[in-house]
């Protein structure tokens, strides 16, 4: 029998040193391990239905262990709109490693540093109408709760180094989920076809959906989130207000009844704390909760709690289908992949999904950034802005990049002076 798993390789960096931006690759790192993907050897097509990707996998899975895979792994990204199509892949071939440090420039230097157009979509007003609309919506409607999204679109002067980012976010993330996908322009292949890609998915996400291992399950959801400040006292104080805030309470409350409401059905026991912590990033605090089950039915994979899960309010918002409906009338662009799910699943069942946020799409030189923030009664349309404005930080800081007021001043300059 064979496997499409490697022995485990000496560390997270090495990993990173073989992606490949040109082939099929898939990079996912956790604080605990990480491992790295290549080559498509089935690739889930555009034919199966959203409510069937759990058994699509399994069929996939069953042909590649009829070719002599024993324990066959499935990895990719499915789009925050399931209706969509997934990028899920069982690969070729498998690294690991349980040594997850990795080397980190001294000053990142990659070319869209030196950006020569940036475009915010939305603006500023039209962002901040769009969280007054969903305020009134609250007011006149059964909607609690919205998360509105923005994009900032970079031009670099060359090709962006792909590896070199993911470098740098796995380097300035460690206790994240740091991950890169390549995206196939084709999504329909037989096997042994060449795949076509032009798009790369990378990011540094803070937000477990569920892991599996074993009858064992777990979730971490976010919602409720603050920019944190470079004085350590003001930043504690941040922190402390987060946990009495009423309205970042609420959101996170909303978010994880949610998650225990989709894994009750799985789980003949779940333990959900009744209240939250806080846990940081290097550019935001959140509030946190995390939650432990034990399955009921052994066989459920992790691909089909992820499931059940996705979207969670913390990515959509309550109820979903009124707030998917918000959002696709509020927001001026299609969110692919942000805000969607991406991780792994073996054959066992075992596997990690994480929610794709502290995300962007690279293609050759232009490189576009997506940053969220859940709107609640109570919400204010310019701290919603400025949210989303800290969490693009996890990208820009990655890239070299000032804070976004800085980077937009200097561009302005730049253009007015070209």
């Given at each position: 029998m064979?496997?499409n798993?490697?022995?485990?390789?000496?560390?997270?960096?090495?990993?990173?040193s073989?992606?490949?931006?040109?082939?099929f690759?898939?990079?996912?790192?956790?604080p605990?391990?990480?491992?790295?993907?290549?080559?498509?050897?089935?690739m889930?097509t555009?034919?199966e239905?959203?409510?069937?990707?759990?058994?699509?996998?399994?069929?996939?899975q069953?042909k590649?262990?009829?070719?002599?895979y024993?324990?066959?792994?499935?990895?990719?990204?499915?789009?925050f709109?399931?209706?969509?199509?997934?990028?899920?892949?069982?690969p070729?071939?498998?690294?690991?490693?349980?040594?997850?440090?990795?080397?980190?420039?001294?000053?990142?230097?990659?070319?869209?540093?030196?950006?020569?157009k940036?475009?915010?979509?939305?603006?500023a007003?039209?962002?901040?109408?769009?969280?007054?609309n969903?305020?009134?919506?609250?007011?006149?409607?059964?909607?609690?709760?919205?998360?509105l999204?923005?994009?900032?679109?970079?031009?670099a002067?060359?090709?962006?180094?792909?590896?070199?980012?993911?470098?740098?976010l796995?380097a300035?993330?460690?206790?994240?989920?740091?991950?890169?996908?390549?995206?196939?322009?084709a999504?329909a292949?037989?096997?042994?076809?060449?795949?076509?890609?032009?798009?790369?998915l990378?990011?540094?996400?803070?937000?477990?959906l569920?892991?599996?291992?074993?009858?064992?399950v777990?979730?971490n959801?976010?919602?409720?989130?603050?920019?944190?400040?470079?004085?350590?006292?003001e930043?504690?104080?941040r922190?402390?207000?987060?946990?009495?805030?009423?309205?970042?309470?609420?959101?996170?409350?909303?978010?994880v009844d949610?998650?225990?409401?989709?894994?009750?059905?799985?789980?003949?026991?779940?333990?959900?704390?009744?209240?939250?912590?806080?846990?940081?990033?290097a550019?935001?605090?959140h509030?946190?909760?995390?939650?432990?089950g034990?399955?009921?039915?052994?066989?459920?994979?992790?691909?089909t709690?992820?499931?059940?899960?996705?979207p969670?309010p913390a990515v959509?918002?309550?109820?979903?289908?009124m707030?998917?409906e918000?959002?696709?009338?509020?927001e001026?662009f299609?969110?692919?992949?942000?805000?969607?799910m991406?991780?792994?699943?073996?054959?066992?069942?075992?596997?990690?999904?994480?929610?794709?946020?502290r995300?962007?799409?690279?293609?050759?030189s232009?490189?576009?950034?997506?940053?969220g923030?859940?709107?609640?009664?109570?919400?204010?349309?310019?701290?919603?802005?400025?949210?989303?404005?800290?969490?693009?930080?996890t990208m820009?800081?990655?890239?070299?990049?000032?804070p976004?007021?800085?980077?937009?001043k200097s561009?302005t300059?730049?253009?007015?002076?070209?």
């Amino acid at each position: 029998m064979k496997s499409n798993c490697s022995e485990l390789i000496p560390t997270g960096s090495e990993l990173i040193s073989h992606y490949d931006a040109n082939d099929f690759s898939f990079f996912f790192g956790t604080p605990k391990h990480a491992l790295l993907a290549r080559g498509v050897q089935q690739m889930l097509t555009t034919t199966e239905a959203a409510d069937g990707l759990p058994d699509a996998i399994k069929t996939m899975q069953a042909k590649a262990r009829a070719k002599g895979y024993f324990n066959p792994i499935v990895v990719g990204a499915v789009p925050f709109d399931t209706n969509k199509s997934a990028q899920l892949v069982i690969p070729d071939y498998v690294e690991r490693t349980r040594q997850v440090k990795y080397g980190s420039m001294s000053k990142p230097n990659n070319s869209v540093t030196q950006a020569t157009k940036i475009t915010e979509i939305p603006a500023a007003e039209a962002y901040k109408a769009g969280v007054n609309n969903a305020l009134h919506q609250f007011r006149t409607t059964e909607l609690n709760k919205v998360v509105l999204s923005r994009s900032l679109q970079v031009m670099a002067p060359s090709p962006i180094d792909v590896q070199q980012l993911l470098t740098q976010l796995a380097a300035d993330n460690a206790a994240g989920y740091t991950f890169a996908v390549n995206l196939a322009e084709a999504q329909a292949i037989t096997n042994n076809a060449s795949v076509s890609h032009g798009r790369t998915l990378l990011g540094a996400s803070p937000e477990l959906l569920v892991s599996r291992s074993g009858s064992m399950v777990q979730s971490n959801p976010l919602a409720g989130s603050i920019p944190r400040s470079s004085n350590p006292k003001e930043d504690q104080q941040r922190a402390a207000a987060l946990l009495e805030s009423a309205k970042d309470l609420h959101e996170h409350a909303v978010v994880v009844d949610a998650v225990a409401e989709a894994l009750r059905p799985y789980c003949k026991i779940l333990d959900v704390p009744a209240k939250p912590s806080v846990i940081s990033t290097a550019t935001m605090w959140h509030l946190s909760t995390f939650i432990q089950g034990e399955l009921l039915d052994p066989t459920t994979s992790s691909l089909t709690l992820a499931h059940a899960l996705h979207p969670t309010p913390a990515v959509c918002g309550y109820p979903p289908a009124m707030a998917k409906e918000a959002i696709k009338t509020i927001e001026p662009f299609d969110r692919g992949f942000f805000t969607g799910m991406l991780g792994w699943c073996d054959s066992h069942g075992d596997g990690e999904w994480i929610v794709t946020i502290r995300c962007a799409e690279v293609a050759g030189s232009e490189m576009t950034l997506f940053a969220g923030a859940g709107v609640v009664e109570g919400s204010c349309p310019e701290s919603e802005w400025n949210e989303t404005g800290a969490k693009f930080r996890t990208m820009l800081n990655a890239i070299g990049m000032a804070p976004l007021s800085e980077v937009n001043k200097s561009a302005t300059n730049q253009l007015e002076a070209s």
